[in-house]
């Protein structure tokens, strides 16, 4: 059974810093696409990072320079380091692994961006 566990969210002020950690169970870790989505409140989910097997790495535009995505293949974590944080980045943030397709999903941590 996979399970994914995230960490590492809070409040923080315009400009800051925060990482995300999320740390998976199950097999055969490297082998699967890692990413992170957010879902700010009353929004729809959407992509902010993807890391492949290959450590290949797509960033919505919004978080571009801004945010960085890795992974450690020894570990079974993926990390997501967010930086020069602006309040519109304030939402929850979700792992998700995708096992060609069938996607694994953590519970989320909340992240908020506020003055």
């Known amino acids: 059974q996979v399970q994914l566990v995230e960490s590492g969210g809070g409040l923080v002020q315009p400009g800051g810093s925060l990482r995300l950690s999320c740390v998976v169970s199950?097999?055969?870790?490297?082998?699967?696409?890692m990413a992170w989505y957010r879902q700010a409140l009353g929004k729809q989910r959407e992509l902010v990072a993807r890391i492949t097997n290959r450590h290949s790495t797509n960033y919505a535009d919004s978080v571009k320079g801004r945010f960085t995505i890795s992974r450690d293949n020894a570990k079974n974590t993926v990390l997501l380091q967010m930086d020069s944080l602006k309040p519109e980045d304030t939402a929850v943030y979700y792992c998700?692994?995708?096992?060609?397709?069938?996607?694994?999903w953590g519970q989320g941590t909340q992240v908020t961006v506020s003055s």
């Open positions: 199950g097999n055969f870790f490297s082998v699967y696409t």
């Open positions: 998700n692994q995708d096992r060609s397709g069938l996607m694994f």
